[in-house]
């Protein structure tokens, strides 16, 4: 399995962007797609994951009603748009698959995406 993500890139606070994961190989409805991300000097966090199946979607608290996390099965790619971005949102963003359909915790997730970082200036 192989997740390769993109979309990155520098914006202003308050803009939008939409970051795509594109998965090789099968990715079957009890799995879950994450993104997670990781900022300077701190640990690798949850952003928000959906379960594959039914396309049912988690959030961090500091990204609801600001992220919107889906996926297009027929492509194999998870998407994650991100409007009214923050300084706080600047990280190298993780595209991230579990196939026991994990939902919150890194280490539980097997397969990783090589990150597409997002700057977001004040």
């Known amino acids: 399995v192989q997740l390769q993500a993109s979309g990155g890139g520098l914006v202003q606070a308050g803009d939008s962007l939409r970051l795509s994961c594109a998965a090789s190989?099968?990715?079957?409805?009890?799995?879950?797609m994450g993104w997670f991300r990781q900022a300077p000097g701190k640990e690798r966090e949850f952003v928000a994951t959906i379960r594959w199946g039914t396309t049912r979607a988690y959030y961090a608290d500091s990204v609801k009603g600001r992220f919107t996390i889906s996926r297009d099965s027929a492509k194999n790619t998870m998407y994650l748009q991100m409007n009214s971005l923050k300084p706080e949102d600047t990280a190298l963003y993780y595209c991230?698959?579990?196939?026991?359909?994990?939902?919150?915790?890194?280490?539980?997730?097997?397969?990783w995406g090589q990150g597409t970082l997002v700057t977001v200036s004040s």
């Open positions: 991230a698959k579990s196939i026991r359909g994990s939902l919150y915790s890194k280490e539980e997730f097997h397969y």
């Open positions: 190989g099968r990715t079957f409805s009890s799995h879950t």
